[in-house]
């Protein structure tokens, strides 16, 4: 399930099964790659909370047409 924080900025992912993770997690990243699209100087976070809980936003850090990945629950 994609609950939309921030329209075109910022979405929470909770996953239910394996099957949809890519799924759900490319359509939020669609979603705020368009967003940063918008802005046309900022890439996009995926962040990893647990197995099943993902945050993907865009984020000033990463360089623009970019998107980076990364695990906050090790």
């Not at 939020?28 to 962040?47: D, N, Y």
Request: proline share 4%.
């Amino acid at each position: 399930m994609i609950t939309v924080v921030d329209p075109g900025r910022y979405f929470h992912v909770t996953l239910k099964d394996g099957d949809q993770r890519d799924d759900e997690l490319n359509e939020a990243v669609r979603q705020a790659r368009a967003g940063a699209e918008s802005l046309g100087w900022m890439g996009v976070m995926v962040t990893r909370h647990s197995p099943t809980i993902f945050t993907v936003a865009v984020n000033e850090n990463v360089p623009y047409g970019s998107t980076y990945e990364r695990d906050a629950c090790i």
